[in-house]
């Protein structure tokens, strides 16, 4: 059986409650993303609340909705071993030059923390981050950004408000490519600047937010 944490291929609520700095039994939910990183272990912080609306249900209008628990933050677990506190502070550094360059328009912020991990009496470093929800769709990189693909992305972000569908013009397309074009002039200072390139091109690493700003949400 695999109990450190660092080697599951992936955890849940009773893991992370498992874990000698979160206490347990809190007052959070904590549930596994969809999305997981190559580097680390992605959970979605959950209100108790939420959760029980999204299972149980409420009603509105006489109608009873099941919504979807929307996190609060996203608590990152990094998968790699540090022998030394300069190690792990190398790893926060380069988020802090993400930050720098791409914050707050085009990342996903995330608060980062270096913790003392307790297994069987020994203790070794452990880096984690509390990271900002970012919602929206998925972008691949890779895909042609015509108006075809944009219309759809909007479409699956389910607009609801009178005020939503104005949005759905080609104003909205043009607020999208006006911001991709800052996405990429940071993207550029940044590598030109520091010699430091952000993975862009894993599955799920950019997400499309419904104001059209394009974010990077895997920065480990």
């Known amino acids: 059986m695999i109990d ?3 080697d599951k291929p992936y955890i849940d609520h009773k ?3 498992g874990l000698n700095f979160i206490k347990d039994p809190g007052i959070y939910i904590y549930r596994r993303h969809y999305r997981q ?4 272990h992605i959970m979605e912080v959950l209100d108790p609340k939420d959760v029980e609306n999204e299972t149980k249900g409420i009603i509105i209008d006489s109608l009873k909705l ?3 628990a929307q996190p609060l933050k996203m608590l990152r677990i ?10 792990a ?5 380069k ?3 993400i930050d720098t360059y791409l914050a707050p328009d085009h990342l996903a912020r995330s608060i980062e923390f270096i913790v003392h991990y307790t297994r069987h009496g020994k203790r070794e470093l452990l880096l984690c981050g ?3 929800y970012a919602n929206g769709e998925i972008l691949d990189p890779w895909n042609h950004l015509d108006n075809d693909h944009l219309f759809l992305l909007l479409r699956d972000m389910r607009f609801e408000k009178v005020e939503d569908t104005v949005m759905m013009t080609d104003q909205w397309v043009r607020s999208i490519r006006k911001k991709t074009e800052n996405f990429i002039q940071k993207l550029k200072q940044m590598i030109m600047e520091t010699n430091y390139v952000p993975d862009l091109a894993g599955v799920g690493n950019l997400i499309l937010t419904r104001s059209g700003n394009i974010k990077l949400v895997d920065i480990n």
């Not at 990183?37 to 680390?40: A, T, V």
């Not at 990094?78 to 190690?87: A, E, M, P």
């Open 78 to 87: 990094f998968r790699t071993r540090f022998n030394t506190l300069r190690d």
């Open 89 to 93: 502070e190398k790893e926060v550094r």
């Open 4 to 6: 450190d944490i660092r």
């Open 37 to 40: 990183g190559l580097r680390s």
């Open 95 to 97: 988020v802090k030059i």
């Open 15 to 17: 893991d992370v409650l």
């Open 130 to 132: 509390l990271q900002e």
């Open 66 to 68: 099941y919504p979807r």
